[in-house]
């Protein structure tokens, strides 16, 4: 979907896919019949965005393969749906039975991360519509914090520099223009705006910057205007922004049963409790565990924010609640004023197929219809902020 800002600026609206399993070519077409054009026929819409997550091994075959590109473009055309964002955080097998930390491998450390990205990079600039600005990827934020040392900062910087060259590369060669953001995220090298200032100031912002997950704004406790002023007075543009929220418990202590029925195998659920606002160390023990489970063994002291992606229409049942007036917030802080602060955005609920068993989608009909009320949701609070949905119609 898009939108117009009051500043002139078009708004991309749409869901990232990272929530479907298929690492393929052939399951990722099959996926935009079994899923986007359901969503997009639920919306009404005449285009639905998607922000497409591709396995590293796909993303390999169709950077060698024009007509590959070409094909699939061909094929989200006539489905009514465009790419202008990738998700380059997964690199491969994100709907494994047990992900957990494997997510942040291979890191910015390694030439792995590079190709994936740069492979990703050049697939997307055949994929972009023509009318679009640009285009973004995200990834992660360096790398988890654990094992770090200056010889792994150095070696990420050193990617950066190729990353930002290798960019520049491709909109020499299709004369499009790719950004990358690194996506701060509860546990690893960069959590927060003031650890993202210190990691990665100095690095190429023309074509590097921040994608900005609002569920993990929220896990960090902090207030999205500073974060945003913190972010853009050390010349960080957030080139991307993923819609989430994330589950939170008051009072952890009394909500025992409620939380422990969130516990599940799949995925990290940092938590992280208040007393990580502002902290040089937001991943100090006195405030943060690095799963659901083990902040309710470690009873760590309330209120709590779980790096749990909640549907955004649908909050969890009292007394656990989500993170929607940060979500609120965030959005009001880049949309209020004369410029659109990203013009971006992926609502990204990867979590559904992990949900506690009542509240997860049965049927991939039910699974698209719970995505197409996240977009409306999200959509109509764009719409609240003074944005205006635009009709656009696609022909092949």
């Given at each position: 979907?898009?939108?117009?800002?009051?500043?002139?600026?078009?708004?991309?609206?749409?869901?990232?896919?990272?929530?479907?399993?298929?690492?393929?070519?052939?399951g990722?077409?099959?996926?935009?019949?079994?899923?986007?054009?359901?969503?997009?026929?639920?919306?009404?819409?005449?285009?639905?965005?998607?922000?497409?997550?591709?396995a590293?091994?796909?993303?390999a075959?169709?950077?060698?393969?024009?007509?590959?590109?070409?094909?699939?473009?061909?094929?989200?055309?006539?489905?009514?749906?465009?790419?202008?964002?990738?998700?380059?955080?997964?690199?491969?097998?994100?709907?494994?039975?047990?992900?957990?930390?494997?997510?942040?491998?291979p890191?910015?450390?390694?030439?792995?991360?590079?190709d994936?990205?740069?492979?990703?990079?050049?697939?997307?600039?055949?994929?972009?519509?023509?009318?679009?600005?640009?285009?973004?990827?995200?990834?992660?934020?360096?790398?988890?914090?654990?094992?770090?040392?200056?010889?792994?900062?150095?070696?990420?910087?050193?990617?950066?520099?190729?990353?930002?060259?290798?960019?520049?590369?491709?909109?020499?060669?299709?004369?499009?223009?790719?950004?990358?953001?690194?996506?701060?995220?509860?546990?690893?090298?960069?959590?927060?705006?003031?650890?993202?200032?210190?990691?990665?100031?100095?690095?190429?912002?023309?074509?590097?910057?921040?994608?900005?997950?609002?569920?993990?704004?929220?896990?960090?406790?902090?207030?999205?205007?500073?974060?945003?002023?913190?972010?853009?007075?050390?010349?960080?543009?957030?080139?991307k922004v993923?819609?989430?929220?994330?589950?939170?418990?008051?009072?952890?202590?009394?909500?025992?049963?409620?939380?422990?029925?969130?516990?599940?195998?799949?995925?990290?659920?940092q938590?992280?409790?208040?007393?990580?606002?502002?902290?040089?160390?937001?991943?100090?023990?006195?405030?943060?565990?690095?799963?659901?489970?083990?902040?309710?063994?470690?009873?760590?002291?309330?209120?709590?924010?779980?790096?749990?992606?909640?549907?955004?229409?649908?909050?969890?049942?009292?007394?656990?609640?989500?993170?929607?007036?940060?979500?609120?917030?965030?959005?009001?802080a880049?949309?209020?004023?004369?410029?659109?602060?990203?013009?971006?955005?992926?609502?990204?609920?990867?979590?559904?197929?992990?949900?506690p068993?009542?509240?997860?989608?049965?049927?991939?009909?039910e699974?698209?219809?719970?995505?197409?009320?996240?977009?409306?949701?999200?959509?109509?609070?764009?719409v609240?902020?003074?944005?205006?949905?635009?009709?656009?119609?696609?022909?092949p």
């Amino acid at each position: 979907m898009r939108l117009r800002h009051a500043g002139g600026r078009t708004i991309h609206l749409g869901y990232c896919t990272n929530v479907h399993p298929a690492e393929d070519l052939a399951g990722i077409l099959a996926q935009l019949d079994s899923y986007a054009v359901p969503v997009r026929t639920a919306l009404g819409a005449d285009l639905l965005g998607l922000g497409l997550w591709l396995a590293a091994p796909v993303a390999a075959e169709l950077a060698a393969d024009a007509d590959a590109r070409r094909r699939l473009r061909t094929a989200l055309t006539v489905r009514g749906l465009e790419v202008v964002t990738l998700n380059g955080f997964p690199y491969a097998a994100f709907q494994a039975p047990v992900v957990k930390g494997a997510v942040y491998q291979p890191d910015w450390t390694t030439q792995e991360r590079l190709d994936y990205t740069l492979d990703l990079a050049r697939v997307l600039a055949d994929l972009l519509p023509d009318d679009a600005a640009r285009g973004s990827i995200s990834t992660l934020p360096l790398a988890w914090r654990t094992p770090w040392d200056t010889a792994g900062a150095d070696a990420a910087r050193r990617r950066l520099d190729q990353l930002a060259a290798g960019l520049a590369a491709v909109e020499r060669d299709s004369g499009r223009v790719i950004r990358v953001g690194f996506e701060p995220e509860p546990g690893c090298v960069v959590e927060s705006s003031a650890q993202a200032v210190s990691a990665l100031s100095g690095m190429d912002t023309e074509r590097l910057g921040i994608c900005l997950d609002l569920a993990h704004l929220a896990c960090a406790w902090e207030e999205p205007s500073v974060a945003l002023d913190r972010l853009t007075a050390a010349g960080l543009p957030v080139v991307k922004v993923q819609v989430s929220a994330a589950l939170e418990a008051t009072d952890p202590a009394g909500e025992t049963a409620a939380l422990r029925r969130w516990v599940e195998p799949r995925f990290l659920h940092q938590t992280r409790t208040v007393g990580c606002a502002g902290s040089p160390d937001p991943a100090d023990p006195r405030w943060a565990a690095d799963d659901l489970d083990v902040a309710l063994d470690a009873g760590l002291p309330g209120p709590w924010r779980v790096h749990y992606h909640v549907p955004l229409h649908a909050p969890p049942e009292p007394p656990l609640d989500s993170t929607l007036p940060v979500l609120r917030a965030a959005l009001a802080a880049l949309f209020t004023g004369a410029d659109a602060g990203c013009d971006h955005l992926d609502v990204e609920t990867y979590t559904w197929g992990v949900l506690p068993a009542a509240r997860r989608p049965g049927t991939d009909a039910e699974l698209a219809a719970g995505i197409a009320a996240e977009l409306a949701f999200a959509r109509d609070e764009l719409v609240a902020l003074g944005l205006t949905p635009t009709e656009t119609v696609v022909t092949p």
